[in-house]
Every structure is written in structure tokens, then in C-alpha cells.
């Protein structure tokens, strides 16, 4: 298999604005900096408090409405997929506030991309210095077999940077990749919304994939920063698309459990310092943190 693409366990509907983020002091995540390889990041949500100082290339950028008159549908739809990155940094930054994200347009339409799309974008964000690179992707492959072209950009990533992954949304046990390799901390979701500081819950969405693959879960439910415009008819579930009047939507998916950890991360890094490395056995120590069926970790993403 070639394509990787995103798939969520709920799609995106139109919700509320979210708080704006506190203002003054040092903010968690601060000097970190994250890269973000997804679809890209939508410039007119870039004006968002939660996005603030992201300064994408023009290539990095989300188009949302990519088919226009040409293919017949109206200027206003969305294409499929149309906002995914900047809602995963907008999670992210609910974390890490203070952090540096990177956004890497490395899957394009209809939020798919190649091996070699991928493997580019992690081969950049090594070289831009990320600390943190996260992929909220994934796909399976015929024989179980990992993508040689993203295994070889994985194996090249030093040792010091943390890569995160999603498990995916097919409620399988079997390895999607990226998330399946050994370099990668992989992450399941579970039904918490992101907002929620309570208890950590240890059972896994319906949705989500899990298994002795994966290593962490993580609230896979969250409010975060969008894009306006019609929904796609062919991303739309219930045969009623959406109209985002505001860039705010809620959505569910493990590729938001791993933009999660990856804030998490951040932020731990910035507070207490060290490696990436020593960051993630920080988050693995906390005591909320609850076990999963299989033995990996639920964890306590807030520090609470």
C-alpha cells in the first residue's frame, strides 16, 4: 500500500469558540518546538488566539476548498478532509500554548498522501529541529508488512526527537503504520473529551484500533480550532452536511489522542527540561495515569 490517509472516528461538527488561552508568564511548551505533518494548516485560521505566531510556507498551507467550480460543486464546500491540520494544532496548543508548531503539508487531496510525501515531511521537520513530530495518520498494508519508504525516513530520525503517531480509527488489532513501528510512541483514544480534568478513563473508544502495538491512549475527544465553509457530502456520515459558520468544531479520533500527547509532551518538556526522550518517561510515571487492557498506559495528559 502507497496512500496514507486520514480517517476519524467521528467527524468534525460545528461547536462553540474555545476560551482564549492565558496570556503572560512563561506558557507550557515554551522553546519546544513540534512538527505537525498532516494536511497543512488553513491561513484563515492562523488569526485564532490558539494559533498565534505560526507562520506556515505557502505550501504548507491547507487550501480547504480545493474543488471549486471546476468540479462542479460550490465554492463554499470543503474538501474532504479540509481542516484536519489545524484542528490538530489547535490541540496541541491547548496543551502547549507556548510552543513552537511547525505545520508540514505532506498529504494533500482528500487528505491522502504517498510514502514518499510522508518520508519527505519527516526528513524536513528533522531538519528544521523539531523535537516533537507528530503524525495523526495511518493506513494498513496488505501483508502486515511495514512502508519501506516511511520505515527508512523513521530509522534516520535521531534518537533524541519523539515521534508520536495515531493508532487509527478501523476498530482493528492489526499494525497500521506508521504508528506500528518500534521507533514510534503509537496512541489509542479513549472516550475523555480533552476539556475533561477528572479521572483518567482506561477503556479505549469503540472506534479507535488498539493491541500490543500500541503503547499509550489518550482523550480522543476534543473542541479545537477549524475552518468555515460547507461540509463535504462525501465525508458527511449522516447524509446532513454541516455548515461551520465560526472555526470552531468538535470532533473524535486518535489522531487527536496523539496531537494530545504530543502537547503533553511539550509542555512537559518545557517545565521540568532534559530530553524528549525523558519527557515521555515523565508522563509515563504520573500517578493518574490508568493501565489498559493489553499493558500499555491511559495517560494523565494535563498532569493533574
Not at 95 to 112: K, N, Q, S, W
Not at 137 to 159: K, M, R, S, Y
Not at 163 to 191: C, F, K, Q
Not at 273 to 289: E, T, Y
Amino acid at each position: 500500500m502507497s496512500n496514507w490517509r486520514i480517517q476519524e472516528g467521528e467527524d468534525p461538527e460545528p461547536s462553540g469558540p474555545l476560551k482564549k488561552p492565558k496570556q503572560g508568564g512563561t506558557l507550557p511548551g515554551t522553546g519546544v518546538r513540534v512538527a505537525i505533518i498532516d494536511n497543512g494548516i488553513a491561513r484563515e485560521a492562523l488569526s485564532q488566539a490558539w494559533l498565534q505566531g505560526i507562520r506556515p510556507s505557502p505550501s504548507d498551507i491547507d487550501p480547504v476548498r480545493k474543488y471549486d467550480a471546476t468540479h462542479g460543486v460550490r465554492d463554499d464546500t470543503m474538501e474532504v478532509g479540509a481542516g484536519h491540520g489545524t484542528f490538530v494544532a489547535g490541540v496541541v496548543r491547548q496543551l502547549a500554548p507556548g510552543c513552537f508548531v511547525d505545520p508540514i503539508r505532506a498529504l494533500g487531496e482528500e487528505t491522502t498522501g504517498t510514502e514518499q510525501q510522508v518520508a519527505d515531511g519527516i526528513a524536513r521537520a528533522v531538519r528544521d529541529g523539531a523535537q516533537v513530530i507528530n503524525l495523526s495518520f495511518g493506513g494498513l498494508t496488505i501483508d502486515d508488512q511495514p512502508p519501506a519508504a516511511i520505515q527508512a525516513a523513521i530509522e534516520a530520525v535521531p534518537g533524541d526527537v519523539l515521534i508520536v503517531a495515531a493508532a487509527g480509527n478501523e476498530r482493528t488489532e492489526r499494525p497500521i503504520w506508521p504508528g506500528s513501528l518500534r521507533r514510534i510512541v503509537s496512541v489509542a483514544a479513549t472516550d475523555q473529551h480533552g476539556d475533561d480534568h477528572g479521572e483518567v478513563a482506561a477503556d479505549v473508544a469503540d472506534y479507535s484500533n488498539r493491541g500490543w502495538w500500541v503503547d499509550v491512549a489518550a482523550p480522543g475527544t476534543w473542541r479545537s480550532t477549524f475552518v468555515t465553509g460547507d461540509e463535504n457530502p462525501e465525508q458527511e456520515t449522516d447524509g446532513h452536511p454541516d455548515h461551520f459558520t465560526r472555526p470552531f468544531a468538535e470532533a473524535a479520533g486518535t489522531s487527536f489522542a496523539a496531537a494530545a500527547v504530543s502537547g503533553a509532551l511539550a509542555a512537559e518538556l518545557s517545565a521540568r527540561g532534559g530530553s524528549p526522550r525523558d519527557a515521555l518517561l515523565r508522563l509515563l510515571a504520573r500517578p493518574g495515569n490508568r493501565r489498559l487492557p493489553w499493558g500499555g498506559t491511559s495517560l494523565d495528559v494535563w498532569g493533574d
